[in-house]
């Protein structure tokens, strides 16, 4: 034997070793009847797998959990947006149910009614506190003419008296300048209810023999030429007996008109009306 | 010269093993002559020759019996690997030194055998031990008895050529 060799008796060793627990592998199954061998190499590099899948998951995880911070917070940016946008969006539908009871009410008001009417949107208030206007988004392309009745569900809104082609203006029944035909229901007393400028009316040329207390409802009489005859415009809330011969009434108009937001025109001219084509938009 | 002696007498032990172990000594249990072969080349020529001369031995014998191609083999090796780094780092050359060598060695062997068996689920082995010690005592005794007759037989063949001379003069 070579000196070489013969000075490394631990080589050899490890080569018989080696050389005979090949040579038994290869003859002897586990108990599963796998070759021992394959069991072994299986079982060593399974136990690598593990400890390198560990290690592994554990750096994964850990980056994991690192990026996730950042994760986390960029989601709560994007659900805090997705969250506004929601509110937004939940308010816009909010408005949308609203705006489709109101049309429904307007459309019940319409069959109700039996008159031909425009529904129209609100879209802008008066620019002047004196006088009680808004403007509607239909004109006369619309078929929209000055002195044609405005109302609601709620009641009696007012009249156009402005039109261009896209839009009009409506006198307030509640601006100082209006005036509408009106009588208790109750005991049909009639009168005339002037606007006052504030968020009341005055019911005045009532004879004082007439039975009138607080509660009784208001409407119209028709016999403006404008209003047609029937449509709420509010409830008595004060009755003054004075020293005249009518009734000074104070009423509350039916319609909360900084709630406004769709509207009917009246088409149909109440029966009789005749109104010159240039005449001043003054009941 | 030397490895074909060695091969040699591992091939005597070998064939004294299985042709006359079970006539001799009523089984192979009682004396495991091959071993006791490894364990003495191992003792007088060091870790090298007795771990070849284990694997060598052992192999063949696995080979020849019905066990497992290698256990015995490994054993050997293992056993002729430790007695032969003990010979270097002791003096074995007395009886009982060497007698306590055989011993172990035989121990030895069993455990590493027994246990390779047990570990792999090829054979039960119900109290083991008493045969092992049965076996470690008579190899003891017939390794220092082989050991004593194979390191006195040059010396007597040398005084027989000697005696031979003296009288053809």
């Not at chain 1, 394959?38 to 750096?59: C, P, Y």
């Not at chain 1, 879209?123 to 009745?149: E, H, V």
Request: proline share 5%; no cysteine.
């Amino acid at each position: 034997m070579p000196p070489a060799i013969r000075q490394r008796p631990g080589v050899i060793l490890a080569v018989a070793i080696v050389l005979q627990v090949g040579i038994i592998s290869a003859q002897v199954n586990t108990a599963r009847g796998m070759p021992l061998i394959e069991s072994l190499t299986f079982g060593a590099f399974s136990e690598v797998q593990r400890l390198t899948s560990n290690g592994v998951d554990g750096l994964l995880n850990l980056w994991n959990n690192y990026a996730a911070l950042q994760h986390v917070q960029a989601e709560n940016e994007t659900l805090r947006r997705t969250m506004q946008e929601m509110q937004v969006q939940l308010q816009q539908e909010r408005a949308l149910a609203q705006r489709t009871e109101s049309l429904r009410r307007l459309l019940e008001l319409r069959d109700r009614a039996g008159l031909q009417t425009a529904a129209a949107e609100v879209i802008a208030a008066g620019a002047s506190p004196d006088f009680r206007t808004l403007t509607i988004d239909k004109g006369a392309s619309d078929g929209l003419d000055r002195d044609m009745a405005v109302i609601s569900p709620a009641g009696v809104v007012g009249r156009v008296i402005l039109s261009s082609p896209l839009a009009s203006k409506v006198q307030l029944i509640i601006d100082r300048n209006a005036a509408v035909g009106a009588l208790i229901e109750r005991t049909r007393a009639q009168g005339l209810v002037l606007g006052l400028g504030n968020a009341t009316l005055q019911m005045e040329y009532v004879p004082g023999t007439a039975d009138v207390k607080p509660g009784d409802l208001v409407v119209t009489s028709g016999i403006d030429g404008i209003y047609p005859k029937g449509f709420v415009i509010g409830t008595v809330d004060l009755v003054d007996r004075g020293p005249g011969t009518f009734h000074a009434i104070t009423v509350v108009p039916s319609v909360d008109f900084s709630r406004l937001e769709e509207v009917l025109v009246v088409l149909t001219p109440p029966a009789g009306r005749e109104v010159p084509p240039d005449a001043e938009a003054k009941p | 010269m030397k490895a074909l002696r060695l091969f040699l007498g591992l091939a005597v032990a070998l064939a004294v093993q299985t042709t006359l172990g079970g006539w001799l000594l009523q089984g192979t249990t009682a004396l495991d002559l091959v071993l006791i072969v490894v364990v003495y080349i191992a003792m007088t020529n060091g870790p090298t020759t007795g771990l070849l001369a284990g694997s060598l031995a052992g192999l063949a014998q696995d080979a020849l019996s019905s066990g497992v191609l290698g256990i015995g083999g490994l054993a050997k090796t293992l056993v002729g690997y430790a007695v032969g780094v003990l010979s270097t780092q002791f003096i074995i050359t007395g009886i009982l030194p060497r007698f306590l060598v055989f011993v172990l060695a035989t121990v030895a062997h069993a455990a590493v055998f027994i246990g390779l068996y047990v570990v792999l689920d090829l054979r039960v082995f119900p109290s083991p031990w008493p045969a092992v010690v049965t076996q470690a005592v008579g190899n003891g005794l017939a390794g220092v008895v082989m050991a004593q007759v194979l390191e006195l037989l040059p010396g007597v063949a040398a005084r027989r050529r000697e005696r031979r001379s003296f009288r053809r003069p």
